[in-house]
Each structure stands twice: as structure tokens, then as C-alpha cells.
DNA sequence: CTAAACCTTGAAGTTGAGTATAAGGTCAAG
DNA sequence: CTTGACCTTATACTCAACTTCAAGGTTTAG
């Protein structure tokens, strides 16, 4: 199998595929006489595992633990639960994030219909975010939007 | 004030500060004859409004559309509640999107708990992440962590 | 005189996961 | 013999928001 097919079969663009290779997430290709990468079909499943990988959280980094350990012949299962408790944990701390993200901005919004743009001073730039709010979280610093 | 001055008082390293007036963000300053910025204290309040700005999940590219049309004289009010209702869009978004991972990784992990290490084949890598799940919905690709 | 603590500039590096560009070799069809 | 679809490599670029590095000038204290 050439590149192109695996990509084909993949829906993994053979530049990625070549960029996996470069990683460490897929072992040197063999290669035709004229230079060219050949497959068998192994790399088929290697892929879908690294895109399930993938849509489960895991980085590319993560992917490549995962797969060295397998390749070095131990099941990575515990690895594995380990590194999704993780993930799960950061998801949840993220949404955390996001939830009061969202009130905040929900709060902004309520406040912006109740100020009238004419009282809007030079000084304050947008009295929206500026103006001196009550109760503000010190914590809401450092919260970012991903 | 000097540039260290303005970092004490806002707690934004003198590097940031020099990174915002090459974004736009801050007006070219002042210079003292040994060429050193000197600022006047309403870099303060606009570099406060940064901060604001950005713990509300706007961009420094926002943020300098804002800045760009409160300084051309224009109160920004309509164009910052457009923003926010944006954010507020996108944050929404996120959320869906991490409730479904999280939800994904839940199942994930519950499934680990039942599947024996042992029975782990070379083939499928990691039979948590690998092996087929009844009900896998499609669009859980696409999904990254962030 | 020297050391420290400031300040200056420009350029490059960071992170993650690719994507794009350039310049070229290979192969089958017509 | 040429066109087009493959394949190869190396290098650089993308995004955001900084951070780090290198190499130097200025000021103040001892």
C-alpha cells in the first residue's frame, strides 16, 4: 500500500501521515525500490487508534507513550486509565472555568442593557467591562477562552 | 513613571507592556532623554482594561479594536456588547462540546474498570480506547481538548 | 571602580498539530 | 513525448500571547 491509499482509507492527509512518521507515532516505513513509503495494513488500525485517541483528549505526546509501551510489548491498559482519569479531570476543571466564564459574560451583557452608551467616559474606555463592578471573583483572572 | 513602575503597579511584566505598544494595544510612549518610556498614570486603567477585557474571554485583537475606536472618539458600547454576545456564543459552544467529551471519557473509563489487561490484543493497541463501543456517535471526532 | 538594578533593541523560541510551499523524482496513459 | 497523478525531501508558516535570549546603554549605591 502506498501513502495515498492508506490516506484514502484513513481520511489522514499523507502530509500528517508523513508528520506521524516524523513524531515517532508510526514506525519507519519501508520503502519501495524507488524510494517510495509501502504499507502493509497494520497502519491502518495505528491511525484510527491515534484518531479515537485523539477524540478521547488525548495529545499527540499522550498517543505516543501509549504506543511506545505497546510496542515495547506491554499491554498499556493501566497507562491508559490513568491518562483518561486526567483528561477527565481536566475537562472538568475546564468546564468549571467555562461555567463562570459564562455567568460572567452573561452579567456583562445583563449590565450593558442597562447603561447607556452616552454615560460612557473616555477614562474608563467601556464602562461594559470597566465600570466597577460588585462581588467581581478575584479568581476570574486567568481564565482565557478555548 | 517608568515602564518598571507601570509593571509593579499592574503586575504586567515590563516585557508585556513593550509587546502591547508593538500590537497596538498601548500608544507609542513618551521617551525621557536617555531614552527610556515614561508614562503618564492612564496607562494604568488601559492596561487594567486589558486585563478586564481578557478575563472576559476577549482577544488581544478585540481588545485593540475597542482600543482603536475609543481612541478615534467613538463610545465602543455597541461594538463590546457584540463581542460578548459572540464570546458567550462560543464559551456555549465549548460547553456542548466538553459535556459530550467528558460524557465520552466517563464511558471510557467505566468500560476500563470491566475489561481485563489480559485480554488486551497486540492489534487492537489498547482495547479501552480501541475496541468497539456500541452507540459511538459520529461527531465525537472533532473534538479536542482545550 | 564596580556591581546591581534599571532601561534599550531586535530576533528567536514556546506550545500543538498540523498545513503550505518549493523543487524535484517516478510512473502510466495516450 | 508529454501530461497528470503520484511520490520524495526540506523548510517555513500558521495561531495566540507571550517569553527568552543576546548584547548592550544608564543610573545609583557603596
Do not use: W
Not at 519507519?28 to 524507488?34: K, Q
Not at 479515537?52 to 483528549?57: D, F, L, M, N, P
Not at 477527565?88 to 455567568?103: G, I
Not at 459574560?105 to 442597562?114: K, P
Amino acid at each position: 500500500m502506498l501513502i495515498g491509499e492508506v490516506s484514502a482509507a484513513t481520511g489522514i492527509d499523507t502530509q500528517t501521515i508523513r508528520f506521524y512518521e516524523r513524531q515517532g507515532l508510526l514506525p519507519t516505513a519501508n520503502r519501495a525500490p524507488n524510494g517510495y513509503r509501502i504499507y502493509n495494513d497494520t497502519v491502518i488500525s495505528r491511525l484510527q487508534f491515534v484518531r479515537a485517541s485523539q477524540s478521547a483528549g488525548l495529545t499527540l505526546a499522550d498517543i505516543t507513550g501509549i504506543l511506545t509501551q505497546r510496542d515495547s510489548g506491554d499491554a498499556p491498559c493501566a497507562h491508559v486509565s490513568g491518562l483518561l482519569e486526567e483528561k477527565l479531570a481536566d475537562v472538568r476543571a475546564r468546564q468549571f472555568e467555562l461555567a463562570a466564564l459564562a455567568a460572567d459574560l452573561g452579567r456583562l451583557i445583563e449590565s450593558s442593557h442597562d447603561l447607556d452608551p452616552a454615560d460612557c467616559s473616555d477614562a474608563d474606555i467601556c464602562h461594559i467591562i470597566s465600570a466597577p463592578r460588585v462581588g467581581q471573583d478575584e479568581a476570574s483572572n486567568a481564565r482565557t477562552l478555548h
